[in-house]
């Protein structure tokens, strides 16, 4: 997977330039914004109706269970219009006491992935959050049978699947969690919410912008629960800083910094790689989904971290976020644990007007699309912007920090604290962050997966999405984030974004 020049693949930096020139010379995105309705920002009250296409999206069939998904233009960044599920319902209303039913889309097999993970975490403490795992989906079958095998230690009933249209057909089912790769995400939770399920989606909302408004819309339509897989919502630091912020310890927000740094000699993402995939237990179209289609190249063998170089099915099936098919790599794995986060910090999270990105390969060029160390630089209405840097060859990070014109917010691994900038001592008290204060007393002291999903299942309880600490809200101003740094990466523009029109154009 070596580029020549460190150019970005699969389209030579030429065509880029040549699509960004389509219309009046700006690259404009607006597939599924054409078809939306529902507000777009928070500064627009009043969100205009967009038309409706004439044409039926193109869509095309995948897998043996044979799924219709659009069909994108991975190599120009965008998305298409997801087809309508096959299952529609009201969501399922659930009091304090009732037991919530989940079903695990996406698991992944030996320790290994966000699926167990999770799947692990309710097992574990399915009495005292009232739960049971009913149903495991996945397009390897090794992986069905062995999460199966897991969650039957608390349930006996559990059904296992690679469809995931089964699992919505069930109305003894309320809530999915969705752990696919990300060119997966937006269609199983437009999908899961149409058919009444309430959602818990990894970051991030979904692979391209348009399909993130689609999201959002059936979100706001249905009124499902969704919460994204951003842990770091619900460490209250963050929220302490909000309540810092808007109270004007800082005076006017000036810039916010931070970064997800890693290394590994391996290589990131280099995970193991099962001996026994072939084409009767691993449904390969149906796992390409809307990604461009590639004849099944069978794997190898058994692959472990130190073997980097492969580009089979098996590598592409478990080290999907080296390639920009399925991945926005850093952008779309590490930064969101910090930019969801960021965006509550600072008391106002807000679209974006202006991103710009770069993304280098100047040391894992030879196994991966995506950039091994990438900068990226937001600014927002209100008048503040963000640096954040990301790099999964050097572990050494910014710390984070908010800069106002009178003080600066510092953290701490269990604290925040304001201190004053020099020329404002006098009329500035630095102070420590109250983080005990009543009003985040809802909270966890520090990012928790498990205190993240319990967050979702009260809001489930509660009837209130926006009582997820990663709503659909926050998800969506981030995933735009995301989606313009990877195409000022890829193309080497900045890219401005009109809120109230749901518009991209390249500066």
Known sequence: MSKKNNEPSPLARRDFFKAATTVAGAFVLGT???????????????????????????TKIVGKIKIAVPVVDAANMKGGIFPKGTVMAPPSAKGANDRITIASIG????GIGQGKLHLNSFIKEAEQRNTAVVAICDVYQPFVDETVAIAKTKQANVMGTNDYRKVLERKDIDAVIIATPEHWHGQISVHAMQAGKHVYCEKPLVRYIEEAWQVYDVAKSTKSVIQIGSQGCTDVRWHAAAKAIKDGALGKLVM??????????????????????????????????SAPSRPFVSPKGAGNGAETTRNDAGARFRRYRKYTDYSAGILGDLMPHRLHPFLIASGNPEFPTRVMSI????????????ADTV?????????????????????????????????????????VEV???????????????????????????TEDVGAHERNWLEAIRK??????????????KAQVIISLAEMSQRMGK?????????????G
């Open 359 to 370: 993304g280098t390969h100047g040391v894992q060029n030879k196994d991966r699309e995506v």
């Open 32 to 58: 599924a914004a054409e078809t939306a309705t529902a507000e777009a920002s928070p500064q627009a009250a009043k969100p205009q109706a967009k038309p409706t296409p004439t044409a039926a999206p193109a």
């Open 107 to 110: 698991v992944g097999g030996a």
């Open 463 to 476: 009837n209130d999405p926006m009582h997820c600490n990663c709503n659909i809200d926050l998800a969506v």
């Open 256 to 289: 916010g910094q931070g970064s997800y740094c890693r290394c590994n000699r391996n290589g990131e993402w280099n995970y193991q790689i099962p001996d026994s995939i072939n084409a009767t237990n691993f449904d390969w179209d149906l796992w390409l989904g």
């Open 419 to 445: 201190k004053p900038e020099r020329p404002f001592s006098d009329e500035v008290e630095g102070f420590i962050v109250d983080t005990s204060a009543p009003e985040l007393a809802r909270f966890h002291p």
């Open 375 to 415: 900068q990226v630089m937001a600014e927002f209405p209100s008048g503040w912007s963000m640096l954040f840097i990301g790099s999964t060859v050097n572990e050494q990070g910014l710390p984070d920090l908010f800069r106002g014109e009178k003080a600066t917010v510092y953290f701490g691994s269990t604290k």
């Open 494 to 506: 900045s890219m401005n974004f009109d809120a109230k029109n749901r518009k991209v154009t390249a």
